[in-house]
């Protein structure tokens, strides 16, 4: 083969079918690193699988090759903000063997381009139970939103002036809300409300848990925290 008909082979396009999505690159790229699975694949030193339609076939997470393909095209590792699957896409480069990419997702700087960071809401339930009444009766109950997004406390203050009387004293980075016995129903209408205006802000829910302790031997005191996460740009002094 001379060395035209060689350089047409490598760009020429080629597709492949990873886990069912199918991908069409050149062999150059395939082969950006020698060294890597797919370096050996297209060079003859690894054995390769076709499917029905004569695509090569590759039984690996199909969706996360996209960023394999894309670090292959460009040597660099571009994810979304909100990626949550680095500990898969870390197993996808160490099959492929892609020894760059293994060490950029092994490096501990932040996925978020650097001129952004990340801003974070915790919203709390907290509510007191009597252990021996049947039902079960609430004691208090307290919602509490903590932030250091000062206009997201503002503006819960500015716009839920319809609880304002069970408002408490408001610190830097916190507004509580606390309800007694007979109106610890609205606390659930509250929390909803204040959820949609955590989500319209743009934060979304990065996770969720419950906690159970007893505190004292006739309460129970059940607690629930979501945290709500959004990106944001960093203002140049």
Not at 92 to 113: G, H, M, R, V
Request: proline share 5%; aromatic share 10%.
């Amino acid at each position: 083969m001379d060395n035209g008909d060689w350089g047409h082979r490598l760009t020429h396009p080629v597709t492949l079918n990873v886990g069912g999505q199918l991908y069409t690159t050149s062999i150059s790229t395939l082969q950006r690193y020698p060294d890597s699975m797919l370096g050996a694949m297209f060079r003859g030193d690894f054995p390769t699988t076709r499917d029905s339609q004569g695509n090569y076939f590759i039984d690996r997470d199909g969706t996360l090759f996209r960023y394999i393909l894309n670090f292959l095209r460009t040597s660099e590792l571009t994810l979304p903000v909100d990626f949550m699957e680095t500990d898969l896409l870390r197993k996808e480069a160490d099959f492929y063997q892609i020894e760059p990419l293994i060490q950029c997702l092994n490096d501990p700087k932040p996925l978020y381009p650097l001129d952004t960071f990340e801003q974070v809401v915790e919203l709390s339930s907290t509510r007191k139970l009597s252990k021996y009444s049947n039902p079960v009766a609430v004691i208090i109950t307290q919602l509490t939103i903590t932030t250091k997004v000062h206009s997201l406390l503002e503006g819960i203050s500015n716009s839920f002036t319809k609880w304002n009387k069970h408002m408490m004293d408001t610190r830097d980075c916190q507004v509580s809300f606390t309800f007694g016995p007979c109106d610890h129903h609205q606390e659930v209408s509250l929390r909803v409300h204040l959820m949609d205006y955590i989500t319209k802000q743009g934060f979304t829910i990065r996770n969720t848990r419950v906690h159970h302790m007893s505190e004292r031997a006739n309460e129970n005191t059940v607690e629930h925290h979501w945290t709500f996460c959004r990106p944001a740009y960093k203002v140049e002094d």
